[in-house]
Each structure stands twice: as C-alpha cells, then as structure tokens.
C-alpha cells in the first residue's frame, strides 16, 4: 500500500521554486525588509536586522578582501548562541564561503580532526576556547584565528564590564597569546575601507558543512548546499505559517546555533518572516534562563525533551508567564508522551513534536499545530517522500517497522571528500537511508521507533529502547532513562537500564512497574542508578558512552 498524506488545507504538499538564488540573496532580502525590528537578543543587548546586515556585509567585506582567502573556502565558526553567531555566520555565506558550524565545546582531539578535514583557513572562535584553539593550530590548516568575547556587541560600557567580570572574576577565559589572533574591534577597524561585493552563487553552491554528532566515530561533514537549506526553510515555513504573524514572534532559543536544527529553525526560517529570537548562551545554566523567560513575553519555543523535562522540573517554571505561547517544537530525540502532557498541563500549549537528520537540512517531518498527534513525529513536509525498508532493502508494509528512507529538494550533496561513506546511505536515485526505524500509518502520520543501530534482539524478538525508556519514565520516581543492550559470554543480548531517579525507588519496583506495561522480553533484568547520564552538547543520551561504563555500575 502507498503511503500518502492528507495535508491540512493550510498546508501546500509541494514547495514552488525559491525566489533566491542563494542564502546570501536571502539574508539581503530578509535584512532589508525588516530593518527596523529586532532580529536577536541576547543578556540585555538587541540586534536589529539592520544591524545585522550592516555588520555582516563588513565582516563578509573583511574576508574578501583576505589575499589567503577566495570564494568556496571553508570558514569555522565556533561560538555559543551569543550575538556575534549570526554576523560571522551570515559573513561568511555572504562572502561566498562555506561555514563550517564548530562546536565550541569541542575537545582538541575533535578540533584537530574536524579543522584538517574540513580544510578550514580561518576559525572565530570565543575567547575562552582562543588558548585551546592555538595549542591545536599549528596540527591544522588554519591560518588566521578571529576571537571574540561574550559581549563584545553590547553598548560602550556595559561590554567592558561584562567581559571583564568573565575574564577577571569569573576566570571562564584563560590567557592566550592576543599576538597569534585577530580581536573583534582589529577586523573591523581593518574593514572600514572594504567594499563588500555579492558573491555569484547558484543553489547548487556548498553553503554549510554541518558535521554529524560523532556518537558512532569520526564525525564527517554532510554537504548542505544553498538550495537544500532554502528548501528546507520554504518546507518548514508551510507549519510555521499557521497561527503565527509575521515580524511579531518572539522565539526562545536554548539550542545551539551551530546545530543544524536551531540554524534552520532560528537563522532561516523565524528571520525569514521577520521574527525574534532571543538567545541562550548556556541552556544548562536553568537560573539565568529563568530569569530571562520572566523578564520577556516570549510566543515560542524550540527545544527537545530533555530540556523541556529540566524546565518543567524548575520550581519557578510553573509561575512563568505562558499567556502569548502559541508554538513549541521538538526535535533532535524521542519526545515520551509523558513529557508532552505534562507541558501541555503546565503551559496550555501542546508540543509540536518534529523529526530530521543532519544529512536533510534537517527537517523531515513535523507535526501542524493543528492537528498534533501525540506519540508520532507528525507529517512528511512538503515535496518530500518516505517509504520504509527491511533488511533487504525491500519495502515494507504500512503500519510495520523499517528503516525509513527519504527523498526531497533537502537531503544533501553527500559527505565531504567521502564517496564511500555517502554511496552507503545515499543512493544514485537520491533516497537517502536515514538508519531510523520508523512506522508509516495510514493517516500520512510518521512514528519513530528508534535508531537501528540500538535495536536490541532479546530472546529472538526486536526491542526498542525508546519504547522502554518511555515506559520507564512514566513511574513518578524516575527523572530520567536510557536503556541499551549488553551481550553475555556467549553473545546472548539482554535490556540494560540507566536512571536517574528524583525519589527513593529500587530495582525490584522497577521491574514490576515495567511488567504491567511491557511484554516479559522487554523488561530490563538490570538497572544502574545514576546521577546524571551523559549527554550530546544538545541533550541527547551518549548510548556508546553508557555502554562502555557497564562493567562497572553503580548501585
């Protein structure tokens, strides 16, 4: 049976052609339309768009005018959601340069191996990671270091006390060799005499290289051309549409810039129409972010499950103000229902849950917000097809799991200067196979099961881990939970769980918990207490990393 989807009447099930040429033509054309309103907010500081094509086009003027740097070079930019994100970002696609989104977080080793793979000539990079960038530079192909500190775009005095306060006080900037490394106010004073010139760009131009997570290997670079994150911005503006205004939205942003998610969410389509994002350098400091949600109105809200459960668990969260919430979207992990109840419950809004990979720009699918579906991943966007796929590659039935495959405007170009590793998922009909179990319902709806690689066979039967892991969070004592399999001496699978627990529980009440909602075979025969579970800079759970710490639990 085929596998079709009504969409809502609001809702186009094609994109037409985009009217732009490239994100540069774009951003000029978002920039100059709402020049007058706020694009970004961030610690008390507004950039309007004005401001931000103003500053962009210097700082993509700057690097045109590098003698070591020419169109289709690759740029890093490694900065936490912080006002100079979108300047350098829009820059360097604005120069007609690759960006090369870097985790700031990153280790050497990771630094090391991205940088040289990538190529990258020029890295922006915070001023607490400058120490750690010029240790790994002389091991990599960068040249030139541009370093910035947290307030560096906020009005004479306040950026002088904010970033004094860091460095002096806080000590959260270790000293580096300023000699070795371009300051903010140094390119810019360079580029006063630069004339910036709109570089000639098709859709088929590299504009991203977004490097995968990393959690199975060397992380590789998918290939995001212009077209396919215009695309993607013009798929995903079909569900945003509805119910929201244009330049009226004020959209919380707690997930990372340099993420692909929060890049086409927050850079691409929010700014397209206008809106504001009001930024979160540090989503794990749940102070600070309280005390921005009380002090603004906010209608929106892009986060994933693990930040919605910190959230909700705040003593203050409840006391918020949700009165102008209109749209919360989840993507990036499973969202359990549990979690969407209960935010529905405290705020009055239902979670709009997506789904999307790297490799597609990212978005897949989405649920409308007026038609939300608890429990599944919503519907395919716009000029986008799925289908699933067993073991053999033959397509399955609806309503029974398979790898899904996906085939759209926004899947990309393949992974950077790795043949082999893009014909093992992207095939010359350009299907790509994502390595996620999904169910495709008659409805057009999308349920994710989880990803193939941590299916678990117990006792001959196939075993999500998110079908457990959700149960498992349905018991009131539990906070969090993660569960993989672990293979015996003789190669026999079984359920492993990992909890993080707010009260008092053991692992005898778990497991009855677990036998009145899940067949025997799914029922995890051992649980591990833990404080906290490691996580991705994003939230998701490190599954390899719990593997690897079986052998040593802590009761």
Request: with cysteine; aromatic share 10%; glycine share 6%.
């Amino acid at each position: 049976m085929a596998f079709t989807c009504h969409y809502p009447e609001h809702i186009s099930p094609s994109i037409n052609s985009t009217p732009y040429t490239s994100l540069a033509h774009l951003v000029q054309s978002f920039c100059q339309k709402f020049a007058q309103q706020s694009a970004f907010e961030c610690l008390g500081a507004t950039l309007s768009y004005a401001d931000l094509w103003r500053q962009s086009c210097q700082f993509a003027a700057w690097l045109q005018q590098q003698p070591n740097l020419k169109p289709g070079d690759r740029i890093a930019v490694q900065l936490p959601n912080i006002l100079q994100y979108p300047v350098m970002a829009f820059g360097t696609l604005l120069a007609g340069m690759v960006l090369v989104n870097t985790n700031p977080l990153y280790t050497e080793e990771e630094m090391v191996h991205q940088f040289n793979d990538c190529g990258a000539k020029l890295l922006v990079v915070y001023s607490g990671m400058a120490a750690k960038a010029l240790r790994v530079q002389p091991q990599t192909s960068v040249k030139t270091l541009v370093v910035t500190d947290l307030a560096d775009m906020h009005p004479w005095p306040k950026s002088v006390l904010i970033n004094s306060y860091l460095s002096y006080v806080k000590g959260m900037v270790p000293s580096y060799d300023k000699s070795r490394t371009i300051s903010w106010r140094q390119w810019q004073q360079q580029s006063q005499s630069s004339q910036w010139q709109m570089p000639d760009l098709s859709p088929d131009h590299l504009a991203v290289l977004q490097y995968t997570g990393g959690t199975t290997g060397l992380a590789k670079g998918a290939m995001l051309s212009h077209g396919n994150l215009l695309a993607n911005m013009m798929q995903a503006q079909e569900f945003f549409n509805y119910g929201l205004t244009i330049g009226q939205e004020r959209f919380v942003t707690p997930l990372p810039l340099y993420h692909i998610y929060a890049f086409t969410v927050h850079c691409l389509v929010l700014l397209h129409k206008g809106n504001t994002n009001i930024l979160i350098p540090n989503p794990r400091d749940l102070p600070a972010m309280m005390q921005t949600l009380k002090k603004t109105k906010f209608t929106g809200m892009a986060g994933l499950n693990t930040l919605f459960v910190a959230l909700m668990n705040h003593p203050d969260f409840a006391q918020l103000d949700f009165s102008q919430l209109k749209m919360v979207i989840s993507g990036g992990m499973a969202l359990p229902e549990a979690t969407a109840k209960r935010w529905q419950g405290i705020t009055g809004v239902a979670i709009a849950e997506g789904y999307g990979l790297t490799e597609a720009s990212p978005v897949v699918t989405f649920n409308p917000a007026d038609r939300v579906k608890l429990g599944t991943i919503g519907i395919p966007l716009p000029s986008t097809e799925l289908a699933t796929i067993d073991d053999a590659g033959q397509l399955t039935e609806l309503g029974q799991p398979g790898e899904l495959i996906i085939r759209g405007p926004q899947v990309m170009q393949g992974y950077w200067q790795r043949p082999a590793d893009t014909a093992e998922v992207l095939d010359d009909q350009g299907w790509l196979r994502t390595g996620d179990i999904a169910i495709l319902d008659g409805d057009g709806y999308v349920r994710l099961v989880d990803r193939k690689k941590d299916m678990v066979i117990v006792s001959g039967f196939n075993v999500y881990p998110n079908e457990v892991e959700a149960t498992l969070l349905q018991h009131p004592a539990i906070f969090e939970a993660a569960v993989i399999g672990e293979k015996d001496s003789q190669g026999v699978e079984t359920l492993v769980a990992f909890v993080v627990n707010k009260e008092p529980v053991t692992e005898q009440d778990l497991i009855q918990f677990c036998k009145l909602h899940l067949a025997a075979y799914k029922v995890p025969r051992c649980y591990y207490f833990r404080d906290e579970l490691p996580k991705t800079q994003v939230g998701k759970v490190l599954r390899r990393a719990l593997r690897e710490t079986t052998d040593n639990p802590v009761a």
